[in-house]
């Protein structure tokens, strides 16, 4: 079984942030043959064009370990009913400059936990829109929606909820599935 490695990346900057705790319950709960490499967006700069001739270090580094990955799982929060600023900065600096995005033709999945009902699920739809423009080969199936995130998780940040860790579970499988699918 091939050793697959998914660059993981969590919309948010929050220490206790419902999305990051998504993608430690996802390193637990990954298939063998594929591992989580957690790609932190903490001192990714605001995007500015006049750096892309000096380009920041942390940015270098994100698109270094995403071109070197066999796929891209995002954790999502919803921000008023669309995915976070935070993220679409990262999505943004990925794609710069203009030809040696990192996000093309990757495989990707997306994850949510979102204080609403909803689950995140009006941003995972909303950022779908700007994966096509990529390029990205998006997984569809199964889905990972986590509502009213503030009852899923206990104190040290580990997902408790059964229907949530077993839908990971499914989804990582699949998406495993999907990857080595995608080369035959
Ligand atoms: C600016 C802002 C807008 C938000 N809008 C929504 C929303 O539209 N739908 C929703 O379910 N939760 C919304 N929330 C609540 C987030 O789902 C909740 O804060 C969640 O924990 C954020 O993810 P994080 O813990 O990974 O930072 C919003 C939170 C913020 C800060």
Redesign the pocket.
């Known amino acids: 079984m091939p050793d697959l490695k998914i660059a993981a990346i969590?919309?948010?900057?929050?220490r206790?942030?419902?999305?990051?705790?998504?993608l430690a319950a996802s390193q637990e709960l990954a298939p063998e043959g594929l591992t989580l490499d957690l790609i932190s967006l903490d001192t990714v700069p605001l995007y500015n064009m006049d750096l892309e001739s000096d380009y920041p270090v942390a940015v270098q580094e994100m698109k270094d370990r995403v071109i070197a990955s066999d796929g891209v799982l995002f954790?999502v929060?919803?921000?008023?009913?669309?995915y976070?600023g935070v993220l679409k900065n990262a999505l943004d600096w990925g794609s710069r400059p203009y030809g040696k995005s990192c996000w093309d033709g990757k495989p990707v999945i997306l994850q949510s936990?979102?204080?609403?009902?909803?689950?995140?699920g009006?941003?995972q739809y909303h950022l779908r829109q700007v994966l096509g423009y990529f390029s990205m080969k998006q997984m569809y199936f199964p889905e990972v929606f986590v509502?009213a995130?503030?009852t899923k998780f206990d104190a040290e940040g580990k997902l408790t909820d059964e229907m949530a860790r077993e839908a990971i579970r499914k989804q990582l499988s699949a998406f495993r599935d999907f990857i080595l699918g995608g080369r035959a």
């Open positions: 969590a919309g948010s900057l929050r206790d942030s419902h999305n990051r705790w998504l954790a929060p919803e921000h008023n009913y669309s976070s936990a979102a204080a609403g009902f909803m689950g995140g009006r941003a509502g995130s503030h």
